[in-house]
């Protein structure tokens, strides 16, 4: 099927004929190391068979597997067809102030987001600003735009709740994110700030333990990868199970280009390694290519280059190239703007309202520095591009040697390293 052929082209996984049962989801993508915990394959289960095991962190079976195929049609990793998403969104009425770029023919290299050439641009967007919170909650990650939207949205009384990443409260796992839905504007501002490991976010969408309205609406904070697991399930009709997808009123991505396995950064490399006290800890920062980590008293206890920790990353982000969050109603990172602001993409009209709601509430002008989003955009490509022609021919001659290119989070213009193997 012409489909296959293109999902085979795009990151050189071969497509299982006919019906296809978790366990080759589990073959070709969770034991191959390729999983990026997003939760898509847990949403998406019409018969509530995934959950999410409490050891490992990754998708299992949990009961009766139907062979429905689904969880391995909707798998970033899997038999995501990207091409099924683009466009992203209608441009509002008003994009005139900045060129909005949509395009749906698979004909053409937009559509390739997984290891396909470098993209054309920062995708739709009808405006970027740099924006900073008017009151900034203490652990924001950089200018506190997310947490002061949500902030606006629910006291609007324009979304019920959130899907955020809080910290766990397991003293076993200090400094870990797990996803939940943030009902009050104290849980929003607990959950303020960044973490660097992914939540399944998407397996938290079952809301049975939430008090809740019967219809919700949800904004979801997420990864662009489980930006792209919501896209294709509200795009697409599916016999729904337990997750609530529909609830779904807006989607906020944080710029991306890798996260980490959380017991390999947070305890092996932080804690075991360089005997940090994560409890110590106010916040972990991956910025201009360092990894650093800040006491709460002020120390600096780590300012590392980045490519120190590569082996901590999770290995199915090499594969990835929508840094940019392209699918989401807004993309919000570090990268473009200066320290203590956060650049903002308004990608769609639900964006747009959302951020035009929250406006009374933060400091707004122009983008610092586009061009460093667009530098970092072309290297993540490049990037899950040579991880492609890896994984088509182990042998081929080229390769980024990714721990060298330590641009890959700062935006700056530090060429990656390109090597003979
Ligand atoms: C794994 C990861 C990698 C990132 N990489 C980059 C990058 O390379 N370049 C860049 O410019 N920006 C990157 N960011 C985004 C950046 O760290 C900030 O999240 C962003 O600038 C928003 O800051 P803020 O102060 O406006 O948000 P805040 O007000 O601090 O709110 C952040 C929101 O994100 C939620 N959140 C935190 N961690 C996660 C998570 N793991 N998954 C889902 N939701 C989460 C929080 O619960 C909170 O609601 C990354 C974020 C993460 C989580
Ligand atoms: S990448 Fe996402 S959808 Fe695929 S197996 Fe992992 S959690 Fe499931
Ligand atoms: S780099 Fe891509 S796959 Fe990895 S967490 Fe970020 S968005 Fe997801």
């Known amino acids: 099927m012409k489909g296959f052929r293109i999902r085979e082209e795009m990151n050189g996984v071969e497509e299982p004929p006919g019906k296809t049962w978790f366990w080759e989801l589990e073959a070709g993508v969770i034991f191959a190391d390729r999983c990026i915990q997003c939760g898509t394959c847990v949403a998406v289960c019409p018969s509530n068979s995934l959950g999410v ?47 909005v770029v949509v395009k749906a023919d698979a004909a053409d290299t937009y559509w390739k987001l997984t290891g396909g050439p470098p993209g054309d641009g920062l995708g739709a967007v009808v405006h970027s600003y740099a924006v900073r919170a008017g009151a900034r909650a203490d652990d924001a990650q950089d200018g506190g735009v997310v947490t002061a939207m949500l902030l606006a949205l629910l006291a609007g009384g324009d979304i019920d709740g959130a899907l955020v990443s809080k910290p766990s409260a397991d003293p076993d796992e200090p400094w870990k994110g797990i996803a939940t839905v943030a009902t009050t504007a104290k849980e929003i501002v607990a959950a303020a700030g960044s973490f660097y490991n992914q939540t399944m976010a998407l397996a938290e969408l079952d809301l049975s333990r939430y008090d ?26 599916w016999p729904t199970g337990a997750h609530r997808v529909d609830a779904i009123t807006l989607t906020i991505a944080l710029l991306c280009t890798k996260s980490f396995d959380y017991e390999a950064l947070m305890l092996r490399e932080l804690r075991d390694k360089r005997g940090l006290d994560l409890n110590r800890v106010s916040k972990v920062d991956v910025i201009h290519g360092r990894m650093i980590v800040e006491y709460r008293d002020g120390d600096v206890a780590v300012d590392e280059p980045v490519k120190d920790f590569h082996g901590a990353a999770l290995k199915g982000c090499d594969e990835c190239a929508d840094f940019l969050g392209r699918g989401a109603d807004l993309s919000i990172g570090s990268v473009g703007s200066m320290a203590g602001w956060s650049s903002v993409l308004v990608r769609t009209e639900a964006g747009r309202l959302a951020f035009e709601r929250a406006r009374g509430r933060l400091d707004v002008r122009d983008l610092d520095d586009p061009e460093a989003l667009l530098k970092l955009d072309r290297l993540d490509k490049r990037v899950a591009e040579r991880t492609l022609q890896r994984k088509l021919d182990p042998d081929a001659p080229m390769f980024i040697d990714f721990a060298e290119h330590v641009s890959c989070y700062s935006g700056t213009d530090r060429a990656p390293v390109v090597k003979e193997r």
């Open 212 to 237: 809740l309205p019967a219809k919700p609406r949800l904004a979801v904070i997420g990864t662009p990868c489980e930006i792209q697991g919501i896209r294709a399930m509200q795009a697409r009709r």
């Open 53 to 99: 095991n409490a050891d490992s962190g990754l998708p299992e079976l949990v009961k009766m597997c139907t062979g429905c195929s689904l969880c391995w049609d909707f798998c970033p990793r899997g038999g995501l067809r990207y091409e099924a998403l683009w466009p992203p969104s209608t441009p509002p009425a008003d994009a005139a102030e900045s060129p």
